[in-house]
């Protein structure tokens, strides 16, 4: 099984930047992809980003230009950093994996508010 802890999240003001981690652990040698969710208040979650094993990676079209996901496979991490942060991007996000393994995996959250 796959275990994912988030952490990174915090208060910004808007055009600031945040940078998320997110550490996997357990069966991590069969993930194929990581990716990163977010939940705004009332809103259902949406996909941010994600990369796959090969080091593909997709963005939602609000993100791109803006955000960065990337890993680093020696410490089993996947980063998502934020720039230019609007107000907009206030929500919870969620790391995710997918592996045949497991299926699909959820953090539990960080959360990101981005206010004046």
Same mark, same amino acid.
């Given at each position: 099984?796959? /275990?994912?802890?988030?952490?990174?999240? +915090?208060?910004? /003001?808007?055009? =600031?930047?945040?940078?998320?981690?997110?550490?996997?652990?357990?069966?991590?040698?069969?993930?194929?992809?990581? =990716?990163?969710?977010?939940?705004?208040?009332?809103?259902?979650? %949406?996909?941010?980003?994600?990369?796959?094993? $090969?080091?593909?990676?997709?963005?939602?079209?609000?993100?791109? +230009?803006?955000?960065?996901?990337?890993?680093?496979?020696?410490?089993?991490?996947?980063?998502?950093?934020?720039?230019?942060?609007?107000? %907009?991007?206030?929500?919870?996000?969620?790391?995710?994996?997918?592996?045949?393994?497991?299926?699909?995996?959820? $953090?539990? +959250?960080?959360?990101?508010?981005?206010?004046?």
């Amino acid at each position: 099984q796959v /275990q994912l802890v988030e952490s990174g999240g +915090g208060l910004v /003001q808007p055009g =600031g930047s945040l940078r998320l981690s997110c550490v996997a652990s357990g069966s991590i040698f069969s993930i194929n992809r990581l =990716g990163w969710f977010r939940q705004a208040p009332g809103k259902q979650r %949406e996909l941010v980003a994600f990369i796959t094993s $090969g080091g593909v990676t997709t963005y939602a079209d609000f993100v791109k +230009g803006r955000f960065t996901i990337s890993r680093d496979n020696a410490k089993n991490t996947v980063y998502l950093q934020m720039n230019s942060l609007k107000p %907009e991007d206030t929500a919870d996000y969620y790391c995710n994996a997918i592996s045949p393994e497991s299926g699909s995996k959820w $953090g539990q +959250g960080t959360q990101v508010t981005v206010s004046s």
